[in-house]
C-alpha cells in the first residue's frame, strides 16, 4: 500500500510540475490534485480487498453482494426520483 502511495505522489509531482512548466491556471492543478487523492482512495480501497484475510471465493461473494446491494439501491433512488420528475411533470401539465 505505501507502494501505492508513493506511485501516487510521484504521478501528482510530475503531473504538477508539467501544469506550472506549461503555464497552466491553479483551478486545473487543483482539480488534477483531487482527482489523484480520488485515484489513491479508490486504489487502496481495492488493495484493502485483496489483502485482507479472506479467501477468494468468501472475497468475490462479498464484492458481489456490495455490488447487487448498491445497484438495487441506485436503482431505488433512479425510481424515485423519477416518480417525482413525473410527479411534476403531470402538475404542470395541468395549469
Request: avoid cysteine; aromatic fraction near 6%; proline fraction near 2%.
Given at each position: 500500500?505505501?507502494?501505492?502511495?508513493?506511485?501516487?505522489?510521484?504521478?501528482?509531482?510530475?503531473?504538477?510540475?508539467?501544469?506550472?512548466?506549461t503555464?497552466?491556471?491553479?483551478?486545473?492543478?487543483?482539480?488534477?490534485?483531487?482527482?489523484?487523492?480520488?485515484?489513491?482512495?479508490?486504489?487502496?480501497?481495492?488493495?484493502?480487498l485483496?489483502?485482507?484475510?479472506?479467501?477468494?471465493?468468501?472475497?468475490?461473494?462479498?464484492?458481489?453482494?456490495?455490488?447487487?446491494?448498491?445497484?438495487?439501491?441506485?436503482?431505488?433512488?433512479?425510481?424515485?426520483?423519477?416518480?417525482?420528475?413525473?410527479?411534476?411533470?403531470?402538475?404542470?401539465?395541468?395549469?
Amino acid at each position: 500500500m505505501l507502494d501505492t502511495l508513493a506511485k501516487t505522489a510521484f504521478v501528482g509531482s510530475i503531473l504538477s510540475f508539467y501544469k506550472r512548466a506549461t503555464g497552466q491556471p491553479q483551478a486545473s492543478s487543483v482539480m488534477g490534485a483531487v482527482g489523484l487523492v480520488a485515484a489513491g482512495i479508490v486504489i487502496g480501497a481495492g488493495a484493502a480487498l485483496f489483502f485482507a484475510p479472506k479467501t477468494g471465493a468468501e472475497l468475490r461473494a462479498d464484492v458481489r453482494t456490495r455490488a447487487r446491494r448498491l445497484t438495487a439501491g441506485a436503482s431505488e433512488k433512479l425510481a424515485s426520483v423519477r416518480d417525482a420528475a413525473m410527479g411534476e411533470n403531470s402538475s404542470l401539465e395541468q395549469h
